[in-house]
């Protein structure tokens, strides 16, 4: 094929990844965004499959039944609950595939005597190096998320100094590797740069980790660059380059939402608790607890009700419920409107992508900064399965885990009724002062259950 061709079709490609970028930003069009990304892929492939001619196709064919059998496998399997871990996993594999392509393209070379340009050295060290790291951060992330091992951060004495150490030795073996073209300190620079993979992850727990699996997914992107330049394909570059910089734009909406700054993501030691409230303090006597008739009482009278889903309604999958709560509610005449955090659930988008396949109209979903200056004129805010996202102590202590990150202030509104099974605390640890508020009702129990008890008491009254 024609290399100018190909360069047209690989073109096209990046046209297409880009406008499914775009379609995927809105959740009306995302399905044809995702469908313009697909068929980029696809021509990619084709592309790149009809450009070489010493590709072996059996292997191709076996490698695409073996990775596709472990991929339905995973995306049937997966609870909902478990993607960020899935997803962490996802990247590590791409950061690793990266980091072995750009090795077998050197070895190739090596084997046809053909000269590596500095161009081609300095992007196989750098996919080297950041594809260890991301392979080995993302399944510590993993590992983490799963709780195959203790999420807390863990800290050490010096470890900034430990971690340049690695940095800089997995850059000198690459200076190594550049003169003598030795593949041999290529696999050294990837194993440096894997115990920094490992270091750079372990000082992050907590509330955090998602900041730190976005990040990851950027270093994927990355390390797919630098392996585009390393094979001198041009669609690789140009996709590695997206998917870096979109990880690098949600590393930074997701920074903004939990209040962190950039650098104490890349330097790590957050999400680390540092004094936790007392709970028979916060609880102690001030709980309330209603029945799903007492609620529905008050919801018979209310004019305008706001919704906000957490971690919760993923695990007990309360979508439909709620949506059928929507409906009746309604049907009664009282605006009802969703309130979304950033961070709600345990992945970007966990609830929009949960109420989405509820039907659940999109305008409906109003995000926090919207949301927020409602709340006052909110006759009740029913809290499905949240409690970190509207936890007031990211207001008032400056000591929590979750200090300065901003919250749905459903406290606000003129009652709040929260529907959880206890009193047990969400991701962060933390009791949560809103349960013991003096406008806010506990409606204990499963989520789908209580909410299925509301429809049918509203049903009866
Ligand atoms: P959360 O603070 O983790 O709280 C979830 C609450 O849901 C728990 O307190 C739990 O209380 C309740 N719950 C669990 N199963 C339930 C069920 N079947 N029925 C009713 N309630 C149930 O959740 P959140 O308010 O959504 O906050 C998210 C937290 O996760 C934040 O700290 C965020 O930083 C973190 N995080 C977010 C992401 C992301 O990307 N969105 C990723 C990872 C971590 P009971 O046990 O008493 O029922």
Aim: proline share 4%.
């Amino acid at each position: 094929m024609p290399q100018a061709l190909v360069n047209i079709a690989y073109l096209i490609s990046a046209l297409l990844f880009i406008f499914a970028f775009k379609g995927l930003s809105h959740p009306r069009t995302a399905i044809r965004g995702n469908l313009l990304g697909a068929l980029g892929m696809l021509i990619a492939i084709v592309v790149t499959l009809m450009d070489k001619s010493i590709i072996s196709y059996e292997l191709i064919i076996l490698g695409f039944v073996i990775g596709g059998v472990i991929g339905v496998v995973f995306a049937l399997k997966v609870r909902m609950t478990a993607m960020p871990q899935m997803v962490a996993l996802f990247n590590g594999f791409g950061g690793g595939a990266s980091a072995l392509v750009a090795a077998l393209a050197f070895i190739e070379a090596m084997a046809l005597n053909k000269i590596m340009g500095v161009q081609e050295t300095v992007a196989t060290v750098a996919s080297g190096i950041i594809g260890a790291v991301t392979f080995w951060g993302s399944l510590v992330a993993f590992a983490k998320l799963e709780g195959l091992i203790e999420e807390r951060p863990i800290r050490y004495k010096g470890e900034q100094i430990v971690k340049i150490l690695f940095a800089l030795a997995s850059i000198i073996l690459g200076v190594y590797f550049g003169i003598k073209k030795d593949i041999s300190y290529y696999w050294f620079l990837t194993a440096t740069a894997s115990v920094l993979g490992v270091l750079l992850t372990i000082p992050i727990g907590g509330a955090d980790m998602p900041v730190v699996i976005s990040l990851l997914n950027s270093y994927s992107g990355l390390a797919a660059c630098a392996t585009g330049f390393v094979l001198n394909n041009n669609v690789l570059i140009i996709s590695g380059s997206l998917v870096g910089a979109s990880g690098i734009i949600l590393t930074n909406i997701m920074c903004k939402a939990m209040n962190r700054s950039f650098t104490n993501v890349l330097f790590g030691g957050f999400g680390e608790i540092v004094a936790e409230a007392d709970e028979d303090k916060v609880y102690g006597g001030k709980v309330k607890s209603a029945s799903p008739v007492e609620v529905a009482m008050l919801l018979e009278n209310a004019r305008r009700v706001v919704i906000v889903p957490g971690y919760g309604m993923a695990v007990s999958q309360a979508q439909f419920a709620i949506r059928d709560l929507m409906k009746i509610l309604e049907s009664k005449g009282i605006e009802v409107e969703f309130a979304i955090h950033p961070v709600a659930g345990r992945m970007p988008g966990h609830m929009n992508v949960l109420l989405a396949e509820a039907n659940i109209p999109y305008e409906k979903l109003k995000e926090m900064d919207e949301i927020n200056p409602t709340f006052e004129q909110t006759d009740v805010s029913i809290v499905i399965g949240a409690n970190d996202v509207v936890n007031p102590l990211a207001r008032t202590d400056s000591n929590s885990p979750i200090a300065g990150m901003p919250i749905l202030d459903v406290d606000k509104s003129k009652t709040v009724v929260v529907i959880k099974r206890s009193l047990a605390p969400g991701f962060a640890g933390i009791p949560n002062p809103l349960f013991a508020a003096d406008n806010t009702l506990m409606l204990f129990g499963d989520a789908k259950k209580m909410v299925q008890e509301l429809i049918n008491a509203l049903k009866e009254s």
